[in-house]
């Protein structure tokens, strides 16, 4: 159990690439610029965002430091809810 949520959290560092040559790209969300590249683990993907998309948890107003992918693509949370997600997927 505490093995394998390791090994997702491994996993999910390893996705946290954010490349800074996506400034052309407007958000996903909102259309915005400049964005960063986040890669979808599912689709493998680049998807950009914006500052404010990606700096806002998508359950509370906190500061989002870290994402995942759900089936509806990526989601930013903060350190609390990224540890509730990790919990509810485990
Ligand atoms: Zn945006
Ligand atoms: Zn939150």
Redesign the pocket.
Known sequence: MKNKVFILLTALAAAFVITSCGSAN???????TP?KAFVNAMTQEKEY??????SECAFCSQKATEYYTSALGIVFVCPEHYEYILEINS
């Open positions: 407007s958000c996903e969300r909102c259309g915005a964005t965002y914006c500052k404010d998309c990606y």
